[in-house]
């Protein structure tokens, strides 16, 4: 049976946040937090996945305890199972202590033959975390998957479709496979009644620092965390560009020497 694994990661609604300009701080009070987009659009590639070829999806996120209500929601749309990765410890982690934070929790669990990933989240945005979970994983990886075209079970394989700003390359890749999604074929679920009555019942699986045999406490949350962020500050805009128009193209270039004259 293909073990499927799908990264979420709750995210504030960032077009709702905003920074306040005297400390440099992000207001997060009162603003909702979501399912990051991708990640439901990853969601539906492994359920689709599954429809096709079979399998049992566990979901996994690490985040505070709130960070339940995206895996239920997910488990609303076809995931099995979730794995809650939450303590304090894990706090303050950049993407380094992030990742071998999920890995470590993942593999407490299980082994997976799929891992599919948002290509990047609406808030932190480095898109760092498929590459790095995929060398945790010790998984191929594919970036900027837009579609999972054929699986071979038998040999382990699958083609794979992945978008370009020069066009779409296929390639084949050996399983275990780490995708990052495009949105480009796998439109956001919407969830039945049905699933969000079986969601309520899913199991979800709380991983804290006490339940993972063997982590090294040295490479998880601020400890584990070698990139510091020292100041974050709106940028500064541009000042708008003029647009000449004088009535006529003689009348426009005279305008503009005067204007480099000036
Ligand atoms: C110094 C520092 C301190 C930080 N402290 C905190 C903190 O205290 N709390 C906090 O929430 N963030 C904190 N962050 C941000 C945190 O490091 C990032 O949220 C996290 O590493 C993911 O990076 P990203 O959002 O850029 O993901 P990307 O690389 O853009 O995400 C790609 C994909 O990876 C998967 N993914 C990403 N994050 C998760 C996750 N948490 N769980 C499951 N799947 C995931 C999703 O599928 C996502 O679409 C801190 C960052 C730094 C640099």
Redesign the pocket.
Known sequence: MLKILV???QVPDVDQMRMDPATGNLIRAGVPAIL?P??AN?LSAAVKVKETYGGEITL????PPAAEAVLRECLAVGADKAIL?TDRAF?????LA?SYS?VSAANTQDKYDLIF?????L????????SQ?AERFNAAQVTSASLIKEIDLEKGKLIVERELETGIETLEVSMPCLF?MEKTNYPVRIPSLKGKLAAKKAPVVTITSQDIPGLDKQRIGDPG?P???PRMFPPVMPEPGVILDEGGLDATVSKLLELIKE
Do not use: W
């Open positions: 990264c979420v990661k990051n991708l990640d990853a996994i996120t690490m985040g990765v706090g303050n982690a950049d993407t992030t999920i990933c948002g290509k990047e989240t808030d932190g945005a480095t898109g760092q975390m498929g979970l990052t965390s990139t510091k962020v």
